[in-house]
């Protein structure tokens, strides 16, 4: 998954998650209000009801250590858009590959038919620009008055599921190579 953590696996996020969920976003995006200068941010205002109902609208992917919940992603489709969010690592855990390791997860989730991947961040929140471009996203303009649109082209990413079969974001499948795989980065991870 990451250098400091090689093993540690994405798990589908459960009701169970939920109230730990909300902490570790809350705390993720108290940065994201200090650099954009605003309260003005969903993941601020969610309750525990509108992160469990999240979970029935996004899929959505956990990553613990020693019991703790250390990070979190989630994304979901819209027509050939795979969406993007709430990617978080707890901040004690960040620069340590985390919050890469959860967006290529994420990403390699996408079912067949996707083109495009989107997610959305502050505009004043330099890091998490800067971290996103680093893995490939470009700028697409505006998300509404505090928040940047970033997209990637998802043609060329494939994925191999456990069955051993790779499968491209147009939808195609050929098996897998033997000994295919690579090692997780160890650049940083984002908190909002």
């Not at 200090?34 to 509108?50: C, F, G, K, Q, S």
């Not at 703790?68 to 994304?75: E, N, P």
């Not at 998802?154 to 191999?160: D, I, M």
Request: with cysteine; proline share 6%.
């Amino acid at each position: 998954m990451s250098q400091k953590f090689p093993a540690l696996p994405a798990r589908p996020a459960t009701a169970r998650d939920v109230p730990e969920l909300l902490v570790l976003q809350r705390c993720c995006w108290v940065d994201e209000a200090i650099a954009n200068d605003t309260l003005d941010i969903a993941a601020l205002h969610e309750t525990l009801a509108d992160v469990r109902a999240g979970l029935n609208r996004w899929h959505t992917w956990c990553l613990r250590h020693d019991g703790r919940l250390i990070g979190a992603v989630r994304a979901r489709r819209d027509g050939a858009s795979w969406h993007l969010g709430r990617l978080m690592v707890a901040p004690d855990q960040r620069r340590s590959g985390l919050g890469r390791a959860l967006l290529r997860h994420a990403e390699a989730q996408a079912p067949p038919g996707i083109d495009t991947f989107v997610l959305e961040t502050g505009r004043r929140s330099t890091d998490n620009i800067r971290f996103y471009r680093s893995c490939g996203y470009r700028l697409a303009g505006s998300a509404g008055p505090h928040a940047v649109r970033l997209v990637k082209p998802a043609a060329a990413e494939t994925t191999t599921n456990r069955a051993g079969t790779t499968t491209n974001r147009a939808g195609g499948a050929e098996p897998a190579a033997s000994g295919t795989g690579g090692a997780e980065p160890a650049a940083s991870g984002t908190g909002g």
